[in-house]
């Protein structure tokens, strides 16, 4: 993978990752971010609402560096980019080139590592996720952390397939009657690359 990035720095304001592209979160992001959210597990079954989960990306934080990850228009040979169809809360929006398809949350510094607060992608199985991981992890020197919620399968399933490890299980971390398991990877001095499509 090559990344090309905008400025110099652990976290530039902007990445172009190849099959999409990383940009800051703006407080405008935070309305449609808020509703995308609160309609994908965990935070649905968290119970997270719209306003709150707008309130968190936007909320004053140094520390927390939020980008969303923006869809690169695919050649379908039929002139044009390739449209993809994404149910967000009820609504249909349609994703081509240049529109949100997810948004990750990196705290840094933390403990030998960024910290990985929120990843969600709204259009799953595309490799967006990887990609995004994989771009992190090559910032991210010893470390890459994150948490998952237990009843999360499909996401502990995705974070153990590109080299994530359970850690230990945390009571009731977010909420009352949920557990959250701390995951980390290791990376090498190359850090790692999403998988291969199949």
Sequence with gaps: MT?????TGRWPPTADLGTCRLRRLT???????????AALDPWRTLGSTAAGLGAYLTAEDPALHRFVVEARAVDNGVGGGESVEVDVAGAVAVAV??????IICLRDPWLRGPFIELLAVMLPGQGYGATVLAWAAAHAGANLWSTVSTFNHGA???????GFVEVVEMEGLVRPGFDDILLRRRNSSGGFRPPKAP
């Design 3 to 7: 990344v090309t990035m905008t400025q």
């Design 27 to 37: 407080p405008a992001d935070s309305v449609w971010g808020g509703a995308a959210l």
């Design 97 to 102: 080139g240049g529109n949100p398809v997810g």
């Design 156 to 162: 502990r399933n995705f974070y153990r397939r590109i």
